[in-house]
């Protein structure tokens, strides 16, 4: 689909130029990046969203000196993000902030948020929930969402380095298109399972502690008292794949 | 060894007798928690590191509103996030503050400080580096530590849920032991060992934009919004152990 389609079947579901445009670089930005989950097999599923509301603006509740609280306010996820990224360029922080999310879901892939503040000179900690799907390693029901973390990390003189790291050893959205199956959706380690179950279960908590029982993200964005670390690292690393490279 | 015979041994290195009390509880709690490579083995690493001074005292050099910066000053690890500690349950984040410390090493077993944070009422993510021994999937020299993740969860009912995830398959520890070969201290997860290789970057990136290209530590702590997760987890996991439960 070139992105002219992908725009105007955006369009289509009425949200305003600049959100449509957005949505359309995220959805595209996931494609090229092999995250199909993230990509354009979201369209059929903004499409079918009950109660999808295009004119929905997120709202920053409470602003304190480094601590920001939003809600989405019927906004989706991917958008109370990009509001968000948009308020800390505006207004970097000095030199740390956290800022929670409320109802902020879906959020897409989170790599691609933190590489934005990372093209901003930032360092960003990002995590979000998502329904539960993993389950404790000995049995039981789902407790805890595949909550990725990423970290971006910025690099004055090349690429950053983008960690995006889901808990599950494959996505929910590999289950929808068939490529896994349900029983695959686990978290990942194999017989270390439990070290990923145990880090889905802490960020999940982290963002319940922080806004409450239902979707939320949590950021941790900050200007580097030293900017060096990801060209040093691709220095060490001597032409390895780093995370985030395509 | 008997609780009176750990405390004369750090006593008799010339530490106070209320930071020997400190690291003796440090290593009997991971004696008993299976964390040996944090217990009492580290009496002879003190009674032989070069340049131990017991007197050096860590120092907060930097305090704004959310955020501090801390330096160690020569203190050991331990008693530097000691310090941070009671300073935080000191003056309790308003609701969230990040906390920054250079030459914070060693640390010890993180989830014993944030257990100590989230009985104080308080939600606390940490995380710390240490020497690069992991090297990246595809080889070549050891880029990240094994920089452990760790997260408190409160429970004003009963225990709260402590994540401390390190991002190795085995410590340092159990490779100086002989209970691992040194082949096997390499990213867990197997064949998503990248998931965790990324992980372990990701939190050296996050530690060295904030403190410089050396050791040191970064706490996130906040009063929670809503308390109850650590306790509606316990209830919906219907006894299974959850992260941190001896």
Same mark, same amino acid.
């Given at each position: ?55 929905? *603006? $997120?709202? *920053? +509740? ?25 308020? +800390? ?5 000095? $030199? ?14 989170? &790599?691609?948020?933190? *590489? ?16 539960? *799907?993993?389950?404790? $390693? ?27 790291? /889901?808990? @599950? ?7 929808? /298109? ?26 999940? @908590?982290?963002?319940? /502690? ?10 941790? +964005? ?12 691709? &220095? ?6 780093? $995370? @985030?490279?395509?």
């Amino acid at each position: 689909m070139v992105p002219e389609e992908v725009l105007a079947r955006i369009r289509a579901l009425g949200f305003a130029e600049e959100d449509a445009a957005l949505l359309a670089d995220h959805f595209l930005d996931a494609e090229r990046r092999g995250k199909l989950g993230h990509g354009l097999a979201r369209l059929p599923f903004l499409e079918s969203l009950p109660g999808l509301d295009p004119q929905a *603006r $997120p709202e *920053r +509740v409470a602003s304190g000196p480094g601590f920001e609280r939003w809600e989405a306010r019927g906004a989706l996820g991917y958008l109370t993000l990009a509001a968000i990224c948009a308020g +800390v360029e505006a207004d970097l922080p000095a $030199p740390v902030r956290v800022i929670a999310a409320g109802d902020c879901f879906p959020t897409g892939a989170l &790599g691609y948020w933190v *590489r934005r503040l990372a093209r901003a000179g930032l360092v960003a900690v990002l995590t979000a929930t998502s329904p539960p *799907r993993l389950a404790h $390693p000995d049995g039981g029901e789902p407790l805890a969402g595949t909550n990725p973390l990423a970290i971006g990390l910025p690099n004055a003189d090349g690429e950053p380095i983008v960690v995006d790291v /889901s808990m @599950g050893a494959v996505t929910y959205g590999d289950v929808l /298109s068939g490529a896994a199956r349900a029983e695959e959706l686990v978290p990942f380690g194999g017989e270390q399972a439990y070290k990923a179950f145990a880090l889905a279960v802490g960020l999940q @908590g982290l963002v319940e /502690s922080l806004v409450g029982e239902r979707f939320g993200a949590v950021l941790l +964005v900050a200007q580097p008292e030293d900017a060096g670390f990801a060209a040093r690292l691709r &220095g060490r690393a001597a032409g390895l794949r780093l $995370p @985030g490279d395509a």
